[in-house]
């Protein structure tokens, strides 16, 4: 059986436990083993949550490379390349946000970009497509649906995996695949 690491990045409050959780329950329910480890200090104060989710023939949950980075916020990826190489696709949500350390310089889109150039990356501008879908807080659903398109059907069936959703999360989500037509791996 193939295997899949993911790491999802992000900041408090964007969903990323719930979008690991999906992931790995859609993965169980489509007869694939799934491994998943939280690390989320600060998250209730707008820090650093990671989730590692991994799918397959795996053994323990802690990624060393993964496969795919999905970061909900675009700072979140560069804090997180360590777990990447050239090989690494990076979805990466356009969204910047300060951070909530004090003297932590902000960094626009376009210097993260700059940052990321040798990477893999698609670059997504998962709120405004949450939004125009009528659910403001389902960015991570954007990003699953890209996920899912980019690898993870190889292990998981989207019926399966819609199946976890409610309505306006579906609309999110179904959203999220007609955005896919515009994106490429840069």
Do not use: C, W
């Not at 690491?5 to 719930?18: N, S």
């Not at 949550?49 to 490379?65: D, M, T």
């Amino acid at each position: 059986m193939e295997k899949l690491d993911i790491l999802i990045a992000g900041i408090g409050g964007q969903g990323v436990i719930t979008l690991g959780k999906i992931i790995a329950t859609s993965a169980l329910i489509s007869g694939v083993k799934a491994l998943v480890a939280e690390t989320h200090g600060l998250a209730q104060r707008g820090g650093a949550v990671n989730v590692h989710v991994r799918l397959g023939n795996v053994y323990s949950p802690l990624i060393k490379k993964a496969d795919f980075l999905v970061a909900l916020e675009a700072t979140e990826a560069l804090r997180n390349l360590s777990y990447a190489d050239k090989e690494t696709i990076l979805i990466v949500n356009e969204r910047v946000e300060r951070s909530v350390l004090p003297k932590v310089k902000m960094l626009s889109l376009d210097e993260i970009k700059e940052r990321l150039k040798e990477y893999r990356a698609i670059y997504i501008p998962a709120e405004r497509i949450a939004i125009d879908s009528g659910n403001p807080r389902g960015a991570n659903i954007v990003m699953l649906s890209l996920l899912m398109d980019f690898g993870l059907k190889k292990l998981i069936d989207e019926d399966k995996l819609l199946s976890l959703l409610d309505e306006k999360n579906k609309r999110v989500y179904l959203a999220g695949k007609e955005s896919i037509t515009f994106l490429r791996i840069r």
